[in-house]
């Protein structure tokens, strides 16, 4: 299955399949921009420190950049001590992946599997 991103923000599933339906998604997404534009596919694996540092530093005109989590934010966990004890106020040791890496998609799915030969990765919606 490919995800192609609309002009809404949004990833829609191409070639009829719905995404519910746990099928493989390709990694070269045949989007209109992918077929228009010469700019390479670029899945990131979760979202913590170093994925989410790596996605920024991804040249949005280059680069066509999704991150798969199944958390829609970025944790800062040294401050988590913080938040219990009331020092720091939860929500801001919580910070959304469309703030950190504004020119992204993102699909909040796991992971199950990768396969690098055929650039699939194979989704378990949450």
Not at 27 to 54: D, I, N, P
């Amino acid at each position: 299955m490919s995800f192609c991103h609309r002009s809404n923000g949004t990833l829609g599933a191409l070639r009829g399949r719905s995404f519910s339906g746990h099928a493989p998604f390709s990694m070269e997404a045949s989007c209109w921009r992918q077929q228009h534009c010469s700019v390479a596919k670029v899945v990131v694996l979760g979202s913590g420190w170093r994925a989410l540092s790596f996605a920024r530093k991804l040249d949005p005109s280059a680069f066509d950049v999704t991150v798969v989590s199944p958390r829609p934010f970025f944790f800062y966990t040294p401050l988590l001590v913080g938040s219990t004890t009331g020092i720091v106020s939860p929500g801001a040791i919580i910070e959304p992946i469309r703030d950190n890496v504004p020119k992204c998609d993102s699909l909040r799915v796991h992971c199950k599997d990768v396969d690098l030969e055929s650039k699939k990765a194979d989704p378990l919606p949450i």
